[in-house]
């Protein structure tokens, strides 16, 4: 007897079997960092190249051929959680290479890392680089750190007696090689130290800020500079204005949260008048009276800043009433703060005068001062008149809750009839 049987798969089929030009894509995509073909492929199928390709693979081999939006998009998002692009002007390849050197810098440690990490870098990001945000710089590692700690008091260690000057990475080389760079915003310490707290690690040392300020000076392009929470003080900020005046191009510069006093305040004041300066944000720092008269003093005179920032300084009525002066002269002040700087009634009464005469000023802040009942009354008195005031913060200035409650009517109907305004007349377009 004999049994005759066919013996197949059934899950066979021709259709199964892939083109010849799938198995040449495939081929392209798996030996792409060797062999990087795409310009030469046709539309849809650079397309299937692009949609397979690892994000994994060199920057020196895509950072230059790759232009595809989705692709540096894959990038980012398999690598950040959070991808905001409107930060990055809608770019998702502008956001990758930003935020890809802003980590390599901000984990960069002097005489450990190879410097060839940033190097190597610039040639494939600086077309792309527009914005750096470095919120960490690490210091070197100390060589016999724990001895050293062993040999220092803990009074000591506080106050950083017995430690050695610690500079942080040059950022010379690498922003002075950023054609288009405009923004740079920096803070000198290190994030998330815990249990290996040192004052040392927070040290923004001369060295540094001689670096800084030279690179600063050589980036022409640059519009907005940021040097915040750095322990900051005068002899720096006096070398740091020296680099920066006649800058061609900067236009905002935040200092904010440092030690800056009275000298410090005076050399900014100089600056003010030879640059284009339009936004200076001085907050949380140490200036008195008269480093609040020398910037008064460049105010009237000034025909470009409309934003200036000195919350939480220690101006006093001296500075109050010298700024408040300047601006009776001065017309292109829009917004100014003058939030918690121990004002009372005399600033007050010159704000007075200040709201009948300025058709400019248009946001005060006044906030946790001593203003008091009479100042407060003044303030109204001075904005009988006033129609170009749309802000004005009195929150416990010590004004009263009837004064501050017709204030604030006044400063609404001001918003309201601004708001009509451009609805009749809108802004003309740009051709």
Known sequence: YYTHRIIEDPEWSLATVPHLTELCLQHIVHNFEKNPILDRLLPQHQRKVLDRLSTGLPLAVTANLISDEDYWKRCCTERWQVCDISNYGDSWKRMFFERHLENILKCFIPNSTDPNQVLELIPLCKDYVRKL???????????????????????????GFGTVSMHHYDLGVLITALPHLEELDLTYGVKDCGMNFEWNLFNFTHQDCCNLAVAVKMCHNLKVFKLTRSKVDDDKT?????????HPCLVELNLSHNLIRDKGAQAVGKLINRSRLETLDLCNNQIHHLGAQALAQALAENSTLTSLNLRLNC???KGGEAIGRALLTNTTLKSIHLGSNNLCEPTA?????????NTTLANINFSCNHLGLDGGKQLLDGLADNKALTEFDLRLAEVGQETEYLIHQVVWANREAARLGSLQHPPAKPL
Not at 138 to 159: A, I, N, Y
Not at 238 to 246: E, G, N, P, S, Y
Not at 349 to 357: A, M
């Open 133 to 159: 945000e470095v919120d960490q710089f690490l210091p070197p590692v100390q060589v016999d750190q724990k001895e050293e700690r062993d040999d220092v008091s803990d009074t000591g260690s506080d106050f």
């Open 238 to 246: 006096r070398l740091l204005v020296r680099h920066l005046l006649d």
């Open 315 to 317: 101006v006093e009525d």
């Open 349 to 357: 009464t010159l704000f007075s005068q200040v709201l009948t005469q």
